[in-house]
């Protein structure tokens, strides 16, 4: 048996998938090498293996430290030698960590970030021979993708302090223009890239209008995933904690977890949802990265995400084991604009931030397959897949030109000065206080757009958002107005095709049965 294959026993495994052989290989012979593959690609066997068939010590750098001491622990048991550097070592077993390094005892040395770049620690690697860098999670140095950690950007010293160690990057999902940005900060312009298929087809995805949220997410629940396990993710840490109370109260078991919990009550909510099945974890993104749980069979998004990368990152925490699992995101035009609104507010990077969002605006409001419209923005193209929300619908579109003039006018004739919920009540034909104390009645366009319902409005209104016909700008006051492209769509130069307008079905609290 060659070393190759005797060490891929070693781990625990029978088989090389094809892209881990070639980035094995590829480190073996001394190249760097950036490998993208979404979460459970199986990345870590890569650096592994390289670490133990290449001759001195390998340096697996993450931010994760509850990963990496899982890691180190998974690896002693298969009798490698493995360590993990942190800060919670005593001086007593940072020496004997030295003295075992010195004594090569030691294979692999895991390490965060942090720790890594201090010049003591730098000074001494020096000190001994090493076979690889491993960057975990390397998306966490671009500036331009939403995952940026300040303390990756001293990594690209490494490459300059040692020049003949082969690094190996390894990210999760990210498009093209993050790769670029990868390569340029670890100073990786001649290394291999290799890019698996993003494509987790065992997830299906649905988007959907939201309207009575709680009560869509008990229909999800009770009719599509009943007893199962996943993650409901919401933007605010008070709202996880109410909707786990109340899902709690109708005999659905739910956790929350959100940052500014405890770590001892992160942990136990961690843990039990981690072990126990048919457990609802309702969260905010701080229970991201790493989170590893095989039988997470559903993810439901309450709000929507800050980017394509954060969304496919977040319904890749299901179907971790390859079996099915169901992902719904619920949005609507209010959420468009909170998420633009508080996009607009970051002072920094607010373009890469604003470029994002515009991203998945597209993405949602986009034609055509979910899945294909997903995987185009991480430049993979690939066929209908035939059951998402879209290609499981009748595939009916409708042609709303006439009805994208008729709200291009008004927001004109308005001076961008009104809410669409206003604009909308005016095309419908609604006296109230609003409509009346704008003497909206005397408007020859008033009650012009009874065609269309009010969901079938806000759905037009949330295209020409995504697709830059109106610009809403946020300075002291919420301003909209309309683009140059906007004239063509007036001049009815260009038509605006529309996928039919769908709210997700809902269930009273009343009819659930458990
Ligand atoms: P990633 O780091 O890309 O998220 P992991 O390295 O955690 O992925 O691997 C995901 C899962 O795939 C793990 O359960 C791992 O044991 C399994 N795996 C990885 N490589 C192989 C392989 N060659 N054969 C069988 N299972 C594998």
Redesign the pocket.
């Known amino acids: 048996m060659n070393l190759k294959n005797s060490t891929l026993s070693r781990l625990g495994?029978?088989?090389?998938?094809p892209l881990?052989e070639q980035a094995i290989d590829a480190l073996c012979s001394g190249q760097d090498v950036l490998l993208a593959?979404?979460?459970?690609?199986?990345?870590?066997?890569v650096y592994q293996s390289a670490g133990l068939i290449r001759s001195g010590i390998a340096v697996i750098v993450s931010p994760l430290l509850s990963l990496m001491s899982q890691q180190v622990d998974e690896l002693n048991k298969k009798g490698i030698h493995a360590k993990f550097l942190n800060s919670t070592l005593n001086p007593g077993e940072q020496d004997d960590l030295v003295w075992a390094i010195r004594h090569k005892h030691i294979d692999l040395l895991y390490l965060s970030p942090e720790k890594l770049v201090q010049p003591s620690v730098i000074g001494f690697l020096h000190s001994f021979d090493i076979s690889l860098f491993a960057i975990d999670e390397a998306h966490c140095i671009s500036q331009w993708g939403s995952f940026f950690r300040p303390e990756y950007s001293q990594l690209g010293q490494l490459k300059t302090s040692f020049p003949t160690v082969p690094i190996i990057a390894?990210t999760?999902t990210v498009d093209q223009k993050t790769i670029g940005s990868i390569q340029e900060s670890l100073q990786l312009e001649n290394s291999l890239i290799l890019r698996s298929s993003f494509d987790r087809s065992n997830i299906n995805i649905q988007i959907a209008q939201k309207r009575k949220a709680k009560q869509q997410i008990l229909y999800f629940l009770h009719h599509e995933v009943p007893g199962e396990s996943g993650i409901i993710y919401c933007r605010s840490r008070k709202k996880t904690e109410e909707l786990a109370a109340w899902l709690c109260e109708l005999g659905l078991p739910s956790l929350s977890y959100h940052a500014a919990m405890s770590e001892e009550d992160k942990r136990r909510n961690h843990q039990t949802f981690d072990e126990k099945h048919g457990i609802i974890m309702v969260a905010t993104t701080a229970y991201g990265m790493g989170i590893?749980i095989a039988h997470v069979r559903f993810v439901i998004h309450l709000d929507l995400p800050s980017s394509p990368e954060a969304y496919f990152q977040e319904v890749g925490r299901a179907g971790r084991d390859g079996m099915p699992a169901k992902s719904l995101l619920l949005y609507g035009l209010q959420d468009m604009l909170q998420a633009q609104q508080l996009a607009g507010l970051q002072p920094l990077s607010a373009e890469g931030e604003k470029q994002r969002l515009s991203s998945l605006f597209r993405i949602l409001e986009g034609r055509g397959c979910r899945r294909k419209n997903l995987l185009s923005h991480f430049d993979e193209s690939i066929p209908a897949c035939n059951y998402c929300d879209r290609c499981l619908s009748t595939k009916s579109e409708q042609n709303m030109t006439t009805a994208s003039q008729k709200i291009l006018s008004l927001v004109y004739h308005t001076k961008g000065l009104q809410p669409f919920s206003v604009l909308i009540q005016i095309l419908l034909g609604k006296k109230n206080k609003a409509t009346t104390a704008i003497n909206a009645t005397s408007l020859a366009i008033f009650g012009k757009g009874k065609e269309l319902a009010e969901a079938q409005w806000k759905s037009v209104v949330r295209h020409l958002i995504a697709y830059d016909y109106i610009t809403i700008e946020q300075t002291n006051t919420l301003s909209v107005h309309i683009n140059e492209k906007a004239r063509d769509v007036l001049q009815g130069k260009v038509q605006i095709i529309l996928p039919s307008e769908r709210y997700y079905p809902t269930l009273n609290e009343d009819q659930l049965v458990i």
């Open positions: 495994y029978t088989e090389y998938r881990q593959a979404p979460t459970g690609g199986g990345k870590s066997l390894l999760g590893d």
